[in-house]
């Protein structure tokens, strides 16, 4: 068989002529305006002086969007109106082909989910350490530390950018912890402002940062986002438990004075309600003079950050279960304050609030008061449904990859990186699988309304790994796959993550398929409705997985003698010679192999409440008993996953015999009796592993 085609990262072309430096609002926004705008105008011009100022306000909005001078200087003929109408629409349209071909066409399918949402924004953790200890964040006593080997280093973190950038990533911003905290700071901005990038953000707390932006900003940062929750200072250390609000201050004024030199400055707000909830209209008069977005963001459910310890993710043999751990931080409802209730807030002040357009795949919603310098922003991650247009990635310090904020780490890079087997290609071809099981909103949870229920989120630091992730990958055959061709790997070597689940339907967190000892209650029914509901297993670790079914049928000697098996051996059939059969419907043994193989692919379709599953090995074997004139078939199944393939196993072995009775059924059909269907051994997930005899 011909090797299936590869596809590969590199290209002839450089990599600056993938992309083209644009600084445009949403395709949406300029198809929406750039005909409204420009009649707008073009009335306008024509008008009496009393509307002049909304003419200029029309040109200037018109100018913001396409790039092309104010209708109101061209001059007010008819003609001159309509020849500028049709030069800006032609713009305009250009503009957006120039948009639609070089923003998102140019996004490797390997960064593209199962929805069709293209990844083109990159966040990478560079330290787990931080300097404050916000009350939201993380403990008072701080978290224990992973090992230096554990996090990566400078040249991983470029490579690892390029190899984003190279498939279509245009937008990077460095996290931590913060990232002022890492000394080789400036080495990694000034390396990834290298890249062709349209963005290079960094969010910071701002304790470290005045004496450092200016360097940041000449090596390539493009974009600061400064975390102040307060503006006083006595609550600013009430909330962090740490001085530092005039450093806080001072890197802000630091940030406006760069803003020549082209950088960009947000400032994070987390609104917590009854501590900085009434600080609010403050923070937005500080756009009042200055050219900066204010954002407010919901309070949400970090989980994970355990005084005096950390925590261990479900599945993780070495978790920490001791009664005097205590979470420092808990989600409730009552901390909560939705973004609807804080823009009703300010429209109550500001009674001329006006919504903007918001940017393609942005979380903000952006809003502007009239005659303030500045913006007003609202990230609404609770109360809002703002996951349809998803673009980012995140990438913990350690090289752990999330695809989803709110949910676990789905892949480690670091092994892959320092693996010098390992090529770019093979380490895109990991990303694409993972990013291809990404859930449409909220890890799975069922929206807002599920994150409510379950109130947790995963955080990016202070979890132990589980070394479930790093469980070395051995050569094996993409048996079974619902991928699309490009994620499958193009080799038997380094194919992770087969085992991974793509889909999970239930919006409950069912910790009653927590399998560490038995349960009373079908899982597979919501106790709230009385129905069927798919088991969630959002939050199980992935391990590796086994499964083996036994089953038997009984022929009677009519049908048994029909059978040449080749071989006196009982051993597999693939092992002996290849058997003549002389049944009317040809070859039974390999029909029914061949049958049960398929069989056991296509368990989640047959199935109804049984996760689709991609296996890494099936081994089905028959074995026939002369002396019974009986045929035992066994099926063996393996995994990578998150639940186990104990179900897949019986539908391979079953459907095995199943073809064997349809074969024989001509001469034996009266006769012949399945009979023993069972598994008879399971290994991996948190019950353990078990054997019994057939």
């Keep these: 068989m011909p090797p299936r085609p590869r596809m590969c990262i590199a290209t002839t072309k450089p990599i600056s002529a993938w992309y083209e430096r644009t600084s445009l609002l949403p395709v949406a926004a300029v198809r929406h305006h750039s005909s409204t705008s420009a009649a707008s105008a073009s009335t306008s011009s024509s008008s009496s002086s009393s509307s002049s100022s909304s003419s200029s306000s029309s040109s200037s909005t018109l100018t913001s969007l396409t790039g092309t001078s104010s209708l109101g200087s061209e001059p007010s003929s008819s003609t001159s109106d309509h020849t500028a109408l049709l030069s800006t629409k032609a713009k305009a349209q250009a503009r957006i082909a120039r948009v639609d071909s070089t923003s998102l066409s140019k996004v490797s399918p390997f960064l593209t989910d199962s929805f069709g949402r293209k990844h083109d924004y990159l966040r990478i953790s560079l330290t787990e350490k931080c300097n404050l200890r916000c009350t939201y964040c993380m403990p008072e006593s701080g978290v224990k530390l992973l090992p230096r080997d554990d996090l990566l280093t400078t040249d991983e973190i470029e490579r690892t950018a390029k190899i984003f950038v190279a498939n279509g990533v245009t937008k990077i911003r460095l996290t931590g912890g913060e990232p002022t905290v890492r ?23 701002g304790i470290s940062l005045k004496r450092r932006l200016p360097q940041l900003v000449e090596a390539g940062l493009t974009h600061l986002n ?59 008069e500080l756009i009042k003079d200055m050219d900066i977005t204010v954002r407010f963001i919901e309070y949400m459910p970090f989980e994970g950050q355990y005084k005096g310890a950390r925590l261990r993710l479900k599945g993780s043999s070495s978790a920490i279960d001791s009664p005097s751990l205590r979470p420092d931080n808990r989600w409730s409802t009552t901390k909560l304050v939705p973004s609807a209730q804080l823009v009703a807030k300010l429209q109550t002040i500001h009674p001329t609030l006006e919504k903007l357009i918001d940017p393609h795949s942005d979380t903000t919603r952006s809003w502007r008061v009239p005659g303030y310098r500045g913006k007003v922003g609202f990230i609404s991650s609770m109360s809002d449904h703002f996951c349809g247009e998803c673009s980012r990635l ?10 989803c904020l709110f949910g676990p780490p789905v892949l480690s890079l670091r092994p ?14 990991s990303v694409g699988r993972t990013v291809w099981g990404k859930k449409f909103a909220h890890n799975g949870l069922g929206g807002a309304e599920g994150i409510s229920e379950n ?7 202070g979890i ?16 079974s796959t619902r991928l699309p061709l490009h994620l499958l790997a193009r080799s038997t070597l380094y194919a992770p993550r087969l085992g991974t689940r793509l889909f999970s339907y239930s919006v409950r967190s069912n910790h009653a398929e927590d399998d560490s000892k038995p349960v009373d209650t079908l899982t597979h029914i919501d106790s709230r409705t009385g129905k069927a509901s798919m088991v969630s297993v959002s939050f199980k670790a992935i391990t590796l997985r086994s499964a083996t079914a036994v089953g038997r049928i009984r022929l009677n000697e009519q049908a048994w003698s029909l059978i040449d098996f080749g071989s006196t051996s009982t051993d597999q059939v693939d092992r002996s010679s290849p058997p003549t059969m002389r ?6 043994l390999t029909i029914a192999h061949l049958a049960g193989l398929m069989a056991t692919k296509q368990t989640s379709n047959l199935i109804p409440l049984c996760h689709p599953l991609l296996l890494s090995n099936i081994k089905l074997t028959l074995e026939p008993h002369s002396e019974s004139t009986s045929i035992q078939i066994s099926c063996r199944v393996e995994c990578e ?34 009979e023993g269907l069972m598994v008879v051994e399971k290994s991996g997930g948190r019950s353990g592993d078990w054997k019994r005899e057939a």
């Design 394 to 403: 995140r990438i913990g310090a350690d090289g752990r990859v999330k695809v």
């Design 183 to 205: 000394k080789d700071l400036i080495d990694v901005v000034t390396r990834l402002g290298r890249l062709p990038l349209d963005s290079l953000g960094m969010t910071s707390n």
């Design 416 to 429: 892959l990186l320092r693996s010098p087997e390992t090529t770019d290609q093979d380490l895109m071809e």
């Design 641 to 674: 996953g998150k639940t186990g393939v104990e179900m897949e196993a019986l539908m391979g072995c079953q459907v095995a015999l199943l073809t064997v009775w349809d074969m024989c059924k001509a001469v034996a059909g009266r006769d012949m009796v399945i």
């Design 455 to 461: 109130g947790k989120m995963g955080p990016m630091v």
């Design 226 to 284: 400064l975390s102040l929750d307060t503006l006083d200072p006595f609550k600013y250390e009430l909330m962090t438990r740490r001085r530092g609000f005039s450093a806080v201050m001072e890197s802000l004024q630091v940030a406006r004075g760069l803003a020549s030199q082209g950088l960009k400055t947000k400032i994070n707000v987390v609104v917590i309600r009854g501590l900085n909830d009434d600080e609010v209209p403050h923070f937005v």
């Design 464 to 479: 132990v790994f589980n070394p479930n992730w790093l469980r070395p990958q051995r050569p094996r055959q993409p048996l």
């Design 583 to 588: 049944t009317k419907k040809g070859d039974v």
